[in-house]
């Protein structure tokens, strides 16, 4: 698969990462991606950035180095609702919307709880991807997730950062595979997601691909390599709401 887009990753905006916009998306531009998004964490991690910052969004060009540019954030699910921690005026600014359980926010409750958590999430009309929901920060019946992100056509991603061992998440190798096998199961897209906090590491799906080979995952569902499917599943996900 010859990666072409990239639409979960970070700048020095969001606190913790380590490179500017135009430095990623001149990383972007080298590594031949045609499609990046850049989603700041949203207001409840500690250090990211203000709400000014996504009201401005409007100055950015949408194009820079060849690259369409989406920008947007990583919203965060904060209650057992599926409640998220944007108003929805900022979040019709927005040009893309991945929602996640971080811990730094959430209070894992009951697999039933968690679980809700995520579906109310995937039923936003709003959210367009839930980030890393196989990391094992809270436990979910994966099966549900699987067939609520078939039902509400949002995607479910499958986050490369999670997987790599240096960030001790002992439950993502496991949940991960679980969640290609239902996704095949059930014939629903996913979408990689490097989680880049530095611009090295755009595009950066290393430790997904064995479990990839290891599930025999078709080449079909997977949109990193598929623009215009991507932007259509955009358009699809806003046109039905």
Request: with cysteine.
């Amino acid at each position: 698969m010859k990666t072409l887009l990239d639409v979960h990753t970070h700048t020095v905006a969001s606190g913790h990462a380590f490179s500017t916009l135009q430095e990623m998306v001149s990383a972007a531009s080298e590594k031949g991606l045609r499609l990046l998004g850049i989603t700041e964490h949203a207001p409840s991690i500690p250090g990211t950035c203000p709400l000014i910052y996504f009201r401005n969004l409007h100055v950015v060009p949408r194009q820079m180095y060849g690259v369409e540019l989406l920008l947007g954030a990583e919203l965060n699910i904060i209650d057992y609702k599926g409640s998220i921690d944007l108003e929805e005026n900022y979040l019709r600014m927005l040009d893309i919307r991945i929602a996640g359980i971080h811990s730094l926010c959430y209070t894992p409750g009951t697999v039933e709880e968690n679980t809700e958590a995520m579906i109310g999430a995937i039923r936003n009309p709003y959210i367009h991807i839930i980030s890393h929901p196989g990391d094992g920060t809270a436990d979910v019946n994966l099966e549900a997730v699987v067939q609520a992100s078939k039902s509400y056509h949002t995607l479910l991603e499958i986050n490369n950062s999670s997987l790599n061992p240096v960030r001790n998440k002992v439950k993502a190798r496991a949940n991960n595979l679980e969640i290609l096998r239902l996704c095949k199961r059930y014939e629903v897209p996913v979408i990689l997601g490097s989680d880049a906090h530095i611009s090295f590491d755009i595009a950066r799906y290393d430790h997904i691909q064995a479990l990839l080979q290891e599930t025999e995952f078709p080449e079909r569902l997977l949109l990193n390599d598929k623009v215009e499917a991507f932007r259509e599943f955009l358009t699809h996900k806003e046109s039905i709401f």
